[in-house]
């Protein structure tokens, strides 16, 4: 990457992103470098790859996004979290049927708590 002073802003983030995914990650001293643009440019760069969601700013530089995790835990595992934000929320969904009116409910862990909540 020599000699990119004159490079298009949106060439040098296809760069930058290129070395991240490459690398595994960059600092903004080596870019500045292999770039030959201010650390302000650089700086500027990666706010603009963050916002687009393409990488993640940390200290001193920036690594890929950590990517999405396929895994779903289950609902037994998942009933026994935040327990009381979910009965917090049933409550109040369930203030708002009406007697006698027809309920559609997905199959999560709070639709289960708002069904209890009908019950009752």
Not at 48 to 56: D, F, H, K, M, P
Not at 81 to 88: G, P, Q
């Amino acid at each position: 990457m020599s000699d990119n002073q004159n490079l298009l802003a949106e060439q040098r983030r296809a760069l930058i992103l290129d070395e991240v995914r490459r690398r595994g990650g960059v600092r903004v001293n080596e870019l500045t470098r292999k770039l030959n643009v201010s650390d302000m440019t650089v700086r500027r760069d990666l706010d603009a790859l963050a916002r687009q969601g393409v990488l993640e700013k940390v200290h001193g530089g920036a690594v890929p996004v950590a990517e999405a995790s396929t895994h779903e835990p289950g609902f037994e595992a998942k009933a026994g979290l935040e327990l009381s934000a979910k009965e917090d929320i049933a409550r109040a969904a369930a203030r708002m049927a009406a007697p006698g009116s027809a309920i559609a409910l997905a199959g999560g862990t709070t639709a289960f708590a708002l069904a209890q909540q009908l019950l009752e």
